[in-house]
Nanobody
């Protein structure tokens, strides 16, 4: 059974840092593209950042470039999202997701519907 388990969410002040973790299990994810999405109340789920597990290629939404960093640790089989300079508009439920890399393109990797597996989500709240 495939599982993606997120952790690390919480309440942080504007300008502060927070790190999220995602640990996949149940299969080998070396051929997968792993991503973080977020969803705020009343809004659609949006792509934040993603990483090709095997090669480490990364992609970011314009809204988080320069502030967020995605990485993965193969030895720990864990993906991280380091979030710095957080803003109130970053407040959302953050989700870890996985998709078969071969089925994605630069144009489609930001589409939630292309992802096969999802975590349960972790809440990030940035206070002003």
């Amino acid at each position: 059974q495939v599982q993606l388990v997120e952790s690390g969410g919480g309440l942080v002040q504007t300008g502060g840092p927070l790190r999220l973790s995602c640990t996949p299990s149940g299969r080998t994810f070396s051929s997968y593209y792993m991503a973080w999405f977020r969803q705020a109340p009343g809004k659609e789920r949006e792509f934040v950042t993603g990483i090709l597990w095997s090669a480490g290629n990364t992609h970011y939404a314009d809204s988080v470039k320069g502030r967020f960093t995605i990485s993965r640790d193969n030895a720990k089989n864990t993906m991280y999202l380091q979030m710095n300079s957080l803003k109130p508009e970053d407040t959302a439920q953050y989700y870890c997701a996985a998709a078969t890399a071969a089925w994605l393109t630069i144009a489609t990797l930001k589409l939630a519907g292309k992802y096969d597996y999802w975590g349960q989500g972790t809440q990030v709240t940035v206070s002003s």
